[in-house]
């Protein structure tokens, strides 16, 4: 059975009320009276709520930061067991071990055949062209002597560089080697020999046979050097035998003039066999590197030079000085010094 809602009446007596009761948010929120306008109730509110509430612009406390706990350290994912494969049968090739063996067999062979049948048999000796089939200076017998080279001598194993080494260190006017090897067993040496050598006197007074590139060849005495073209007025030190020429030097004597003195012997003597008239010549003066002489046989002619500045200039213009038929008949002084003139002068002697 339905409840009756009744509530009291002023008068003692119950009525059941139809009315429904009202949402509590139907009510007024202010149960004071409301007075003035909106505008000032709604600032009056607004600073009610301003001091009832806190303030947001109001520093927060700092905190300090929490540490981090440290991560413990990972462990190592515990490693499964793997299972072993099983290699693969090898399967052997015979065919690659057979080419091996025959490749061995091959180097062998040719070793063999190195060792065996490549050895030297003959050397035959080559003399010097335009000398009639002989040398000047050195026999065919000499020369394989000094170079070393034994019968029964590994051929291909032989040494070209270390073969023409001792001929030169043995045989000072051998000039240019050239040795080839022809198989089954034969070495042939080639060779030229100095055309010119030349004299120089060393500091004690004796004499010495000379190359091109001032080289010593042999000892000589001053009859024999008389033979030659020779150097004075540079006494050189005294020598041995393969040795290069060194200029003396006395107390008190010039050194940048010793050097001068050396360097012009270097460059006349090689300048002078390129000219006809090189035979020809007696000696060559170097008294003083800038006042250079040449004189001829007997004393025929006095060639002044001057520096050897120029010099196969100069030489060109004594070549075709010594062609005038005026100056074959007469003897005299040649000067090409040049220093008035581009002009030769002539000189008679008295």
């Given at each position: 059975m339905a409840q009756d809602r009744r509530r009291p009446t002023e008068r003692g007596r119950t009525t059941v009320s139809a009315e429904r009761p009202q949402h509590p948010s139907s009510r007024p929120r202010d149960?004071?009276?409301r007075t003035g306008n909106a505008s000032a109730r709604e600032a009056a509110r607004r600073e009610r709520l301003s001091r009832e509430a806190p303030s947001y612009r109001e520093a927060e406390p700092e905190q300090t930061p929490r540490p981090r706990p440290k991560s413990a350290p990972k462990q190592a994912a515990p490693q499964q067991k793997r299972k072993k494969a099983r290699k693969p049968h090898r399967v052997y090739n015979t065919n690659f071990g057979l080419k091996f063996l025959v490749m061995l067999a091959v180097v062998a062979v040719i070793v063999l055949s190195m060792i065996?049948?490549?050895?030297?048999?003959?050397?035959?000796?080559?003399?010097?062209?335009?000398q009639g089939g002989a040398t000047a200076y050195y026999s065919a017998e000499e020369i394989i002597a000094a170079s070393g080279i034994n019968l029964d001598e590994n051929l291909l194993s032989l040494s070209k560089a270390t073969v023409a080494a001792r001929i030169h260190a043995a045989l000072p006017y051998v000039n240019d080697i050239q040795i080839k090897k022809q198989l089954p067993g034969t070495v042939v040496i080639s060779?030229?020999?100095?055309d010119?050598?030349?004299?120089?006197?060393?500091?004690a007074g004796g004499w010495w046979l000379m190359s091109r590139e001032g080289r010593i060849l042999d000892a000589t005495d001053e009859k024999e050097a008389k033979n030659h073209l020779y150097?004075?007025?540079?006494?050189?030190?005294?020598?041995?035998?393969?040795?290069?020429?060194?200029?003396?030097?006395?107390e008190g004597a010039d050194l940048s003039e010793i050097a001068a003195k050396q360097t012009v012997v270097k460059e006349i003597i090689p300048a002078l066999e390129g000219t006809d008239f090189v035979k020809q010549l007696d000696r060559i003066d170097v008294s003083t590197s800038y006042d250079l002489t040449l004189w001829w046989t007997a004393d025929?002619?006095?060639i002044r030079l001057g520096t050897t500045e120029n010099l196969s200039y100069k030489l060109q213009f004594l070549q075709a000085t010594l062609e005038n038929t005026e100056v074959q008949h007469r003897s005299g002084i040649i000067d090409l010094t040049f220093q008035e003139d581009e002009k030769v002068h002539f000189l008679e002697f008295r």
């Open positions: 149960a004071r009276p065996i049948f490549f050895k030297v048999k003959h050397i035959e000796v080559l003399p010097p062209e335009g060779f030229t020999e100095f010119v050598s030349y004299a120089i006197q060393d500091e150097v004075t007025g540079m006494p050189i030190q005294v020598p041995q035998v393969g040795d290069y020429i060194q200029a003396a030097s006395t025929r002619y006095q």
